[in-house]
Every structure is written in structure tokens, then in C-alpha cells.
């Protein structure tokens, strides 16, 4: 049962344009929720993270938004640069941090130059 | 950042052998383990946890006497693929639990491809 969903595999945008990656979670008990990025044959990096407390993170150029209502949370990316190109996995974890995390399947951005 | 290492990064190995994946913490100490495993397109699967010290903890389906897990040290979590198959290649990734204030971090390492022939 995938707790987590990414329901687009895939996502090409512009560079200097807003990337928009989507994420819907089934578990209300989830309280943190994280973005990694992750290259072919390397293990996903830290991006960004929330916690259910707020509805929105910020770092530069990633912002996360988080609904609980509707159990979906999105990161934005803007502006997307090439380098930017990856897969990006959201999970989440019932446990007030990085901790016992359920992932989605992740979504492979492509930044168009 | 905190820094996990995993070595091999690429095994092949023939049906019916074992094989042994090592993660390490480099500079810091992590009590706590995770193991992964992701098929092509597909999500990250948690397989188990490993806690320096004592048993692994096994997610539903895992068979832990297929999956050996060793947390010897601090610095150290060692998983063996005992007695492989073809289904059993996949990308397996360990990860690192970090505690940061008082939040939890989980540091991954890069992955090991491991194909079974």
C-alpha cells in the first residue's frame, strides 16, 4: 500500500522557469515531510523539509507547500536551472522527523536549456 | 554535511553466493541504520533498521535470514545478500539516522548496484 504518491513520472520544464512537483500522502498521522533529489546511482539528497505545523518552507529557490486538508504537498522550484535535472522523491515520516520515512515513487524533472 | 559511504558501489555476482554491502558513517556516529531498496522506477522500500548492538528490525516481507544485517559498530552497518538470486538485484542504499534539534536526519549513502547472474 503506497502511503506516499507522486503521480507524475515525469516533468520537463524551461530553464527560468517554475518547476511544480506534486505529492498526495494517505496517512494523516504523517508530521514531517521531506524533498530529496536524487541522481542516477547515487543515494537521494536532502532538499527541504516541513513539518505539519506549518504550510509552507522556503530556501532559496525551493519552496515547499504543505495542505493538510488535502493531504498534498508540492515543491516549487524558481527558477529551474539545468542543474536542477533529477529525480526527486517526497517521503514522509510519522515520527517528528527523518525517521521510519515512506517515499513516493519520484518524479524525474528535466530543466530544458 | 554528515558523510555515508557504501562500498561496493557496483557488485555482480553469480546465483547461489553471497554477497556483503558495507555502510559507514565517516565523521559522526549513528546508532541507527536504515537499509533501502529500490527497483528500477519505483520508490525507495525500507527494508530494515539497524541498531548498533542489537537485532535489525525487519519490515513485513523482508526475510531476515536472507537479508543479514550486522550493526557492530558505531561507524558500521553491514548487509548480506545470502545465498542470491536474479530477483534479488536492485539498488540497495543504507542511510544514517542523525539527531538534530532535536529532529531527525537521515544522511544517505550513494547505493550499490548489485546484479545477480
Known amino acids: 500500500d503506497q502511503q506516499v504518491k507522486q503521480n507524475s513520472p515525469s516533468l520537463s520544464v524551461q530553464e527560468g522557469r517554475i518547476s511544480i512537483l506534486n505529492c498526495d500522502y494517505t496517512?494523516?498521522?504523517?508530521?514531517?515531510f521531506l524533498w530529496y533529489k536524487k541522481y542516477p546511482a547515487e543515494g537521494p539528497t536532502f532538499l527541504i523539509s516541513?513539518?505539519?505545523?506549518?504550510d509552507k518552507n522556503e530556501d532559496g529557490r525551493f519552496t515547499v507547500f504543505l495542505n493538510k486538508s488535502a493531504k498534498h504537498l508540492s515543491l516549487h522550484i524558481v527558477p529551474s536551472q539545468p542543474g536542477d535535472s533529477a529525480v526527486y522523491f517526497c517521503?514522509?515520516?510519522?515520527?517528528?522527523?527523518?525517521?521510519?520515512?515512506?517515499f513516493g515513487t519520484g518524479t524525474r524533472l528535466t530543466v530544458i536549456p | 554535511g554528515a558523510v555515508v559511504s557504501q562500498h561496493p558501489s557496483r557488485v555482480i555476482c553469480k546465483s547461489g553466493t553471497s554477497v556483503k554491502i558495507e555502510c559507514r558513517s565517516l565523521?559522526?556516529?549513528?546508532?541507527?541504520m536504515f537499509w533501502y531498496r529500490q527497483f528500477p522506477k519505483q520508490s525507495l522500500m525500507l527494508m530494515a533498521t539497524?541498531?548498533?548492538?542489537?537485532?535489525?528490525?525487519?519490515e513485513q516481507g523482508v526475510e531476515k535470514d536472507k537479508f543479514l544485517i550486522n550493526h557492530a559498530s558505531l561507524t558500521l552497518s553491514t548487509l548480506t545478500v545470502t545465498s542470491a538470486h536474479p530477483e534479488d538485484s536492485s539498488f540497495y542504499i543504507c542511510?544514517?539516522?542523525?539527531?538534530?534539534?532535536?529532529?531527525?536526519?537521515?544522511?544517505f549513502g550513494p547505493g550499490t548496484r548489485l546484479t545477480v547472474t
Open positions: 542511510s544514517a539516522l542523525v539527531t538534530s534539534g532535536g529532529f531527525y536526519e537521515q544522511y
Open positions: 496517512n494523516s498521522m504523517f508530521d514531517y
Open positions: 516541513i513539518s505539519s505545523i506549518k
Open positions: 517521503a514522509a515520516s510519522a515520527q517528528g522527523g527523518a525517521n521510519n520515512l515512506f
Open positions: 565523521d559522526f556516529q549513528a546508532t541507527t
Open positions: 539497524s541498531n548498533e548492538g542489537s537485532k535489525a528490525t525487519y
